[in-house]
């Protein structure tokens, strides 16, 4: 039994880091991605936090309290130089978004409860946008606007859809905050991964034999030096 748990959790945490890595990829220069590459995070930002049941950030942390994981962001607000006699249905958030060391740090909760845009005239969520994305624009599944907000949201598309990836942009600055929030749990699974004894042993390099961590450092190695 402590095996099969071992073994669920040793996959966990690879997913977490490729997921991780995938999403630092996706996340550089929102502004250069088409909509379908901006559309994809809304997968990974899913699959890390809002999962129904145990989001992948939650089965990996549980066993790693001790790794902080902060989330800074800058709440959304109306640009000094707004024209407040224009009506808008939706507006997001951009590269402001992304703090810095000196950001209050937030915790998964409160990152997805935090405001990123106006939708008709109310607070929109983070949690709200990647909803949006992954369940009506195809990032996980194509359907139907069924949450709050996801019917307007859905409306703008035929303005955006073929001239600009506009508002979906602000995905990628969310993966930014994400990635930036979850590189120490990433190290630390690198740096001490979940083994099974009775299959990995500790090498003189450092790493596991026959364990993914083995694998993952060869590539990432492979990589650096193309």
């Known amino acids: 039994m402590a095996?099969?748990?071992?073994?669920?959790?040793?996959?966990?945490e690879w997913l977490f880091v490729e997921t991780v890595a995938d999403l630092r990829?996706?996340?550089?220069?929102?502004?250069?991605?088409?909509?379908?590459?901006?559309?994809?995070?809304?997968?990974?930002?899913?699959k890390l936090l809002t999962d129904r049941g145990e989001p992948l950030l939650a089965?990996?942390?549980?066993?790693?309290?001790?790794?902080?994981?902060?989330?800074?962001?800058?709440?959304?607000?109306?640009?000094?130089?707004?024209?407040?006699?224009?009506?808008?249905?939706?507006?997001?958030?951009?590269?402001?978004?992304?703090?810095?060391?000196?950001?209050?740090?937030?915790?998964?909760?409160?990152?997805?409860?935090?405001?990123?845009?106006?939708?008709?005239?109310?607070e929109l969520s983070t949690r709200q946008v990647i909803r949006y994305?992954?369940?009506?624009?195809?990032?996980v599944h194509f359907g139907d606007p069924r949450e709050d907000g996801q019917e307007a949201m859905s409306?703008?598309?035929?303005?955006?859809l073929g001239n600009t990836p506009g508002q979906i942009e602000i995905l990628g600055y969310l993966g930014q905050i994400v990635v930036d929030?979850?590189?120490?749990?990433?190290?630390?699974?690198?740096?001490?991964?979940?083994?099974?004894?009775?299959?990995?042993?500790l090498n003189s390099s450092g790493s596991y034999d026959h364990h993914w961590t083995a694998e993952y450092y060869a590539s990432s190695r492979e990589k650096a030096r193309e």
Do not use: C, N
């Open 3 to 12: 095996q099969d748990i071992g073994a669920q959790l040793m996959l966990a």
């Open 25 to 46: 990829d996706r996340s550089h220069d929102p502004a250069s991605r088409s909509r379908y590459e901006l559309l994809g995070i809304a997968l990974l930002l899913r």
């Open 59 to 122: 089965t990996v942390k549980r066993d790693r309290l001790d790794v902080p994981t902060q989330f800074r962001i800058r709440p959304w607000q109306v640009p000094a130089d707004a024209d407040d006699s224009l009506e808008y249905l939706v507006r997001l958030s951009g590269p402001d978004l992304v703090g810095d060391a000196e950001t209050v740090a937030l915790t998964a909760d409160q990152f997805l409860a935090a405001r990123v845009g106006l939708l008709e005239g109310r």
């Open 133 to 139: 994305y992954a369940h009506v624009e195809g990032g």
């Open 155 to 160: 409306s703008m598309v035929p303005v955006l």
């Open 181 to 201: 929030a979850l590189t120490p749990l990433r190290d630390s699974i690198l740096t001490s991964p979940t083994i099974v004894p009775a299959m990995h042993r």
